[in-house]
């Protein structure tokens, strides 16, 4: 089992930047596939990025494609999510995911949720 913790949100106005951390717990962390979601209000959550055990592959929503850079540490037990030129429509509450066996764009496939980090970007 994993435990994680998102860190980074805030407030930013447009064209900033921002830079999440999800730090997970225990000793096995490079076992784990990582992905970021983020939910709006009165909208379901939705996927932002995702790495492999390895670090070998990503995957990123159309949306944050050239925006956003997902990286992992697995000597530090932490993933981020480098989020350059951000507009309003980003704004939401961002998730870090953990999954040992899938690497993917679904959320239904990730066992493992932190509580979230908000994000805000101003016009």
């Known amino acids: 089992q994993v435990q994680l913790v998102e860190s980074g949100g805030g407030w930013v106005q447009a064209g900033g930047s921002l830079r999440l951390s999800c730090a997970a717990s225990?000793?096995?962390?490079?076992?784990?596939?990582m992905g970021w979601f983020r939910q709006a209000p009165g909208k379901e959550r939705e996927f932002v990025a995702a790495i492999s055990w390895s670090a070998g592959s990503t995957i990123y929503a159309d949306s944050v494609k050239g925006r956003f850079t997902i990286s992992r540490d697995n000597a530090k037990n932490t993933v981020i999510l480098q989020m350059n030129s951000l507009k309003p429509e980003d704004t939401a509450v961002y998730y870090c995911a953990a999954d040992r066996l899938n690497f993917s764009s679904s959320k239904r496939v990730y066992a493992y949720w932190g509580q979230g980090t908000q994000v805000t970007v101003s016009s």
């Open positions: 225990g000793r096995t962390f490079s076992a784990y596939a």
